[in-house]
């Protein structure tokens, strides 16, 4: 068994439902998936970069991107299945299938193509120095602000989900964070044992709310276009 540092892998499931092949679905003139796999591939960071999937059409067009996709995923393949357990998966096939080993995984969900490799980067060097097992990135919340969240009724009646802050002026609030499936890191022993990036004091690493856009639906694909106008990616 070959032993080796840091592998990034991009869980990229075939069958999704608000966007069909959403992951290999055009985006800024490329196929999604691109955008992931040039990040790792120019961050110069991994021994491997290597995508799950249990879709031949999204293991042919990772192929052409320069990504070896030399099995595919078998298990944890429907959408109920939870992105840790795909990810300590594809670890298991590599040992299987290639024999390696790795001490560290980050993980990279195909869906966030505004992230790059400078993103990935600071990432990994603020996991390093530290002493946590598990880093999950996040933003923080900006004009959408979580505090004066409602639920309604069905005559449109508010309950607030925060009625302690209600009058308080939101400059005195606490900042508050949401997590994105940007650059999830993990020790690899840990996750094993723990079976989730959330495992035991797990710490969460904010990066800017442009690069952590998760594309799930039309309205998270419709703002990521109109962000990449802002950037240079586009």
Known sequence: MVEKELIAIIPARGGS????????????GRP?????????????LFDRVFVSTDCEDTARVSQALGVEVPFLRDAHTDDCAPVSAATMRALEQLENHIGE??????????????????HIIDAWDHFDSSTAMFQISCFKFGW?????AVKLDRDGYPERLFPEVSGKRSQDLQE???????????????LRQAGTFYGPGHQFYPIDWKAAVDIDDPDDLEMALAISKLTALG
């Open 144 to 148: 959408m602000n979580p505090w004066w």
């Open 101 to 118: 080993q790795y001490r560290t995984v980050c993980q990279l969900m195909p869906n966030c193509p505004l992230r790059t490799e400078r």
């Open 32 to 44: 999604m998936i691109a955008w992931t796999i040039q990040a790792a591939q120019k961050s110069a």
């Open 17 to 28: 439902k608000r966007i069909p092949h959403k992951n290999i679905a055009e985006f800024l």
């Open 176 to 190: 508050l964070y949401c997590p994105t499936g940007a650059i999830w890191l993990a020790d690899v022993a840990a």
